[in-house]
Each structure stands twice: as structure tokens, then as C-alpha cells.
């Protein structure tokens, strides 16, 4: 065992130093710095270490430099500081366009991506829904971790959408009376579903006074409905789709009362009538397509034809070539 003296480098700014004195092993010299994340530097002809100095005086204040002794030979270990450590571990955030910014944030839960919005003001831009005023459709069905405040500021800010489906969210009444008292009167698509107890009849009067354009509706298990909110589909004269699915309140001699709408074309009432009283409807409706489709299409993608090449009503070139594969 060999005894080593080791002397740490007083601080310019400083006139005290300390000094220590240990036993160490020669030969675990290199070991020993490498599970430190540090390398011996060797020195090059010249007699200097391959390191600029002005590198190593610039990034490292002199109480963090140790000059040990070996033998003949000298070596500096030199611990960077975490910042210049990652500037040099590969490109910047800053440096990456928005479309790949976007790109990664798609990946990003709900919850994370309302922290990312609070890191900068860039990324605020880049993943905050309220601003883009020219949204046209907006999906977020199942979603939660927002407040009614949150609710009321996005709604408000996206005052393009005509596509809306806010169903099965995490909502509370607060959250579903702000929906109804701020989504924008050009919406003529809305999803309400999945809300039982919180959707009041005063809600529903609501909805239709600020959304009179609407298309295709669908209020879907709240059980608070009765009988009575029909006299405001009436007021709705564009209403083509209408979904009431599990409002068990609604008898089925009730629904026949629907087919006096002249523009409603199809029903979903899924859970209130059964296989005989579906049969019987049916045939007082025969106009009507009832519990035609399990499935909402409302702010999602359709199925794109062979003839018109349209999803969304877009012309595209997408195709599905295999159906039977899928």
C-alpha cells in the first residue's frame, strides 16, 4: 500500500486550504475513477493534459479540481457541472420544430399534458386546446383531470367547433352546466352521454336555446330526463339524429310522441324498449330508423366510400384495401 497526500486547490478567492492524508491502492487508481464517471488525462507531448485549460477554468470552479500525484505522472479530476453535462448530451428542446413537439405531446395522458403546458410559453401554445380558434371538432370523450373553469375558458376559446363530444368525461354538475352554458351556437353535433343524475331538464331547455342548429344529438343515460324534454326537440327544426339510450325515465309509449319532429330520420333507444315493444314502435315509426347503430359518430372519423373518397366530408385518398384483415 502506498501513502498519497492529496491537496485540494484553494479558491482564488479564498487563502485557506485543507489537506488530508489516506492510504490507496495504486493499481485501482483507474477503477476507482471510472465508477465516478471520470477519466484519467493523460498528457500530451508537451507535457499538458489533452484538456483545453481554458475549458477546464471556465466550467469548473477551482474547489471542484484535485490535483493528485502518482508516480511520474499527473492527472486531473474534473467533476462538470449538471448543466453543461446536459447542453452537451444532445440536441436542445428549443432546437426541435413544433410539428415533432406535437408529435411527442400526442402520446402525453391528459394529466401530464396540462403540466407540459405550464413549462413555457411556447409549449403552453403547443398543447393547450383553447388555443385554437379554428377547431372545427373536438373529442373528449372519457376524459378528466380538468376543472369547470378549465372547461368554460376552452369551450369559449374555440368558438369554430361544430363537432362536440364531451360524453363520459369526468364531470360533476358544475362541469355539465358549464358545457351547456358556454358551447358555441355553430355546434350542430354534440355528445352529452354518460352523465345519469348531473343532466337536468333546466340543462337540456339550455342546450337547445344556445345550440338551435343542431343535427345530431345525443343525451344518452341521464336518467333525470322525462317525457317532458321533448317539447324542446320540437324547437330544434334542423334535428336529424336523436339518442336516448338507458333514460329510463322515457317510457316507450312516450317515444311516439318523437315522430311528430318531420326532420328526425333516426332513434336510439337502447335499454328502454324491449324486443316487442322495438317491433311495435317500428311500425307506428315506419319513417324512423330505430336502434340503428350501437355507436356514436359524432366528432369522430367516418368511413371513407369507394365513390367519393371522403372522411369528414374531405376528399382523401385513403382506402381500406383489406377489410377481412383488420
Known sequence: MHRKHLQEIPSSSSNVSTSFTWDWDSSKTSEFLSGMGVSVLKKDKLGNENTPQDLL???CPPQKRQKVKEKERDFVIVRR???????????????????????IFAYLPLYDLLKVSQICKRWHHLSSIAKNPSLIRLNLCG???????????????????????L???????????????HVTSKVTQLNLSGYRQNLQMADVKTLVER???LVHLDLSDSVMLKPKCFQYFHQLIFLQHLCLSRCYQISPAALVELGEIP?????????????????????????????????TSIARPTVGSKKNHEIWGIKCRLTLTNPSGL
Open 81 to 103: 457541472p449538471r448543466l453543461l453535462r446536459e447542453a452537451e448530451s444532445g440536441v436542445s428542446w428549443d432546437a426541435l420544430p413544433d410539428e415533432l413537439l406535437l408529435a
Open 167 to 181: 360524453s363520459w368525461c369526468d364531470f360533476t354538475a358544475a362541469h355539465v352546466k358549464t358545457a351547456v352554458n
Open 211 to 213: 345550440c338551435p342548429f
Open 143 to 165: 376524459c378528466s383531470g380538468f376543472s369547470a373553469e378549465a372547461l368554460e375558458l376552452m369551450l369559449s376559446s374555440c368558438s369554430m367547433l361544430e363537432e362536440l363530444n
Open 263 to 295: 326532420t328526425l330520420k333516426t332513434l336510439q333507444v337502447f335499454g328502454i324498449v324491449t324486443d316487442s315493444s322495438l317491433q311495435l314502435l317500428k311500425e307506428t315509426l315506419p319513417d324512423m330508423k330505430i336502434n340503428c347503430s350501437h355507436f
Open 57 to 59: 477554468v471556465s466550467s
